[in-house]
């Protein structure tokens, strides 16, 4: 439909004509019309054009707004002459005059809105992202977007938020753990184990082990393994094949809660008994019948007729032989008095005596002690492991310790026997309670806060420091002390004008932000390695770990911001006690010269120092060996050119194989 326009020459009028019932209103450049009803106000003005469109055309309101109050003549009043009345019955008047200069003015304007909507609907428009799980990754700036009103959506402005990620990097710097501060440790912890090997009650209590040997990966055999941890009873067959490699058959069982806290120990032990029975029967059937027909028939039974058995019992005890060992106390929702004080060992082996097994318990193991021995039996290198550790729900360390230096021994009344002639003896450090006297250390708040609420509060500091089981501890704390501060936007949205996701962040009032080991570790490896754009992995789990909707860009990086920290001072720990080990034991008394070869920088194979470790951190954390070994290099005495001598290789399953191993040193060292 074509459209006539009229302008009016001074002093004349509208015709007398009423105007249509349905005027057609021009609208500029947006392709229809829009029905003007008739009504006794003045006829239509810019003004209410660009209202009208607004209505219908959100996207372009802003531009109608922009050039209606910037290219226009104010008006208070339109006057009586119509401007632009749509009519096919008008004539043009062939003279004009300086009334006219008013209309055309107005009239101008209507045509240049008209050009720059036409411009702004033809020319693409920018996807908009409603969704956090697709929204691009935005550059932050933190600065406000340009006004520019022909925009179909500006940019979210992030002032609100813009001392969010300073304020989170200052927090992260209280976890700080320099080069400095490394080597105070390293001193301190060399120093702690030297007086553990002198007396017990020490913060290291280094205790022996009396396994004075450590495998080659020659050895050969068929050994058991049984395993209590925790709610499980493991039972274990390994298969030695002599090449470094092995065979392992497995059987778990629950404990009933009912034996945990027995009034006997001879309830528990005996369960833990007939398990072992069970897979004699589906494992080793023909070697079960063997020594029962044997026994009938009153025919003679000798060590090499029994499986020698290593016992992996992971909780407090004082060992005072391979294979004696009394308890100091139950933890882990254990708790039978009746226990306390005795040998477990031979609890254990009663129990098997009294169903006719042919099992002996040959050695008490520690799974980290296990877990030394389990690198050291698959370790490719022609030199023994030094150090089992293990960086995982807890933190531990056994290593190879000169056995002169071992003082302690001697004034132990109760000390067992032990094979002399290696001149070596694997030390259990419990290095968990490395300084309780926190006198080198790092604790902030909220390491001091964690340790109050703790049920051991002052002790095993250095583990609560490095173990998984309080990562995430460290950082819900931190957290909440960002949140319940006023002046950090943490979580926390003026409107929805400031969240990239256009909504604002709330926090279920059931998160696990609000319990006392809320978050696990693994939220913080999630977030530790989140790459992805705009950090939506980390949001996501924010949603679906704590419970956190609409968690912003800035959010998330803050809070990445926050685990990193609080991962790097745990690796770097970890290496003051991997570092003082390595140091102790003398085993980089050579020169760089010496252990490299020059040619192409590689390290000699007899130079190795291995370290076998184990745990969910040193796994599968991001970053978490690369960050040790930074550390390593920063320590005096180990330098660039020491930690390259240092090789660092997964020990699985210390209780299983590890402890078969054991049992195979045991059985040699009675046969001797």
């Not at 908009?128 to 500006?154: G, K, M």
């Not at 007396?199 to 280094?206: A, C, D, F, R």
């Not at 709610?231 to 497995?250: A, H, P």
């Amino acid at each position: 439909m074509s459209v006539k326009w009229t302008v009016l020459k001074p002093g004349s009028t509208a015709p007398s004509s009423p105007v249509p019932a349905a005027t057609q209103v021009w609208k500029p450049a947006l392709g229809n019309h829009v029905n003007h009803q008739p009504t006794d106000s003045a006829p239509p003005t810019p003004q209410s054009i660009a209202q009208q469109t607004s209505v219908l055309y959100p996207s372009a309101s802003a531009a109608l707004a922009y050039l209606s109050s910037h290219l226009l003549p104010g008006h208070d009043s339109w006057s009586s002459v119509p401007l632009a009345q749509s009519s096919t019955e008008y004539q043009l008047p062939s003279k004009l005059s300086r009334r006219f200069h008013v209309t055309f003015t107005q009239a101008s304007s209507i045509v240049v809105i008209a050009i720059a909507v036409l411009v702004h609907l033809l020319r693409p428009s920018p996807s908009v992202y409603r969704s956090a799980s697709i929204a691009p990754q935005r550059p932050f700036s933190r600065t406000c977007p340009n006004n520019n009103p022909l925009r179909e959506q500006p940019p979210i402005c992030t002032l609100a938020k813009m001392g969010l990620i300073d304020d989170a990097r200052k927090v992260a710097a209280e976890f700080e753990y320099p080069a400095e501060e490394v080597n105070k440790g390293v001193k301190a912890f060399i120093r702690q184990m030297d007086e553990g090997l002198q007396e017990n009650g020490k913060s290291l209590h280094q205790i022996p082990t009396y396994v004075t040997a450590v495998p080659n990966g020659t050895e050969k055999g068929v050994y058991l393994a049984v395993d209590l941890g925790g709610t499980n009873f493991r039972v274990c067959s390994i298969k030695l094949n002599g090449d470094t490699t092995f065979s392992l058959t497995q059987s778990k069982v629950a404990i009933p809660r009912e034996l945990m806290v027995a009034k006997t120990s001879q309830e528990l032990f005996s369960f833990l008994a007939k398990q072992i029975e069970s897979f004699l029967k589906t494992h080793h059937n023909d070697h079960f019948e063997k020594h029962h027909q044997r026994r009938k028939a009153g025919e003679p039974i000798t060590n090499e007729h029994f499986f020698q058995l290593g016992f992996t019992f992971s909780f407090p005890v004082h060992q005072i032989g391979l294979n004696r060992g009394h308890l100091i106390r139950w933890t882990k929702g254990f708790d039978i008095k009746d226990t306390i004080g005795k040998d477990v060992c031979a609890l254990l082996q009663s129990e098997i005596d009294a169903l006719h097994l042919p099992v002996k318990v040959a050695a008490l193991v520690n799974d980290t002690v296990g877990t030394l021995m389990a690198r050291s039996y698959t370790s490719p290198g022609k030199t023994g492991t030094l150090l089992g550790a293990i960086f995982g729900t807890g933190t531990n360390g056994a290593y190879v310790e000169k056995l002169d230096k071992v003082t302690k021994l001697k004034k132990e009344k109760d000390s067992g026997d032990y094979d002399a002639s290696t001149g070596n003896m694997i030390i259990n450090s419990e290095w968990g309670s490395f300084d309780n006297e926190l006198s080198v250390l790092p604790n902030t708040e909220y390491d001091k806060a964690l340790d109050k609420e703790s049920n051991n509060a002052g002790l095993h500091l250095f583990e609560k420091r490095v173990s998984g089981m309080f990562l995430g501890e460290v950082l819900r704390r931190v957290i909440l002390g960002m949140i319940s501060d006023g002046k950090t936007q943490l979580f926390k949205d003026e409107s929805s004008g400031t969240n990239d996701v256009h909504s604002t962040t709330t926090i279920a009032d059931d998160s696990p932000l609000y319990k006392q080991w809320g978050i696990d570790t693994s939220f913080l490896s999630v977030a530790h390695e989140d790459q992805s754009a705009g950090f939506r992995i980390t949001r996501q789990a924010l949603d679906r770990d704590l419970g956190i909707d609409a968690a912003s860009a800035e959010d998330a990086e803050a809070v990445k911001i926050l685990v990193e920290a609080i991962g790097k001072r745990s690796a770097r720990l970890s290496a003051v006690a991997i570092g003082a080990v390595i140091i102790s034991t003398g085993n980089l008394t050579l020169t760089a010269g010496d252990a490299i070869d020059d040619k192409d920088q590689q390290v000699l194979e007899e130079e190795i120092v291995d370290i076998g470790v184990d745990g969910s951190l040193v796994e599968y954390y991001p970053g978490f060996e690369d960050y040790i070994r930074e550390a390593l290099r920063e320590i005096d005495g180990i330098g660039a050119k020491g930690e390259k001598r240092i090789r660092i290789g997964i020990a699985k399953d210390g209780s299983g194989v590890g402890a078969a191993l054991i049992a195979l040193v045991a059985a040699k060292k009675e046969s001797a």
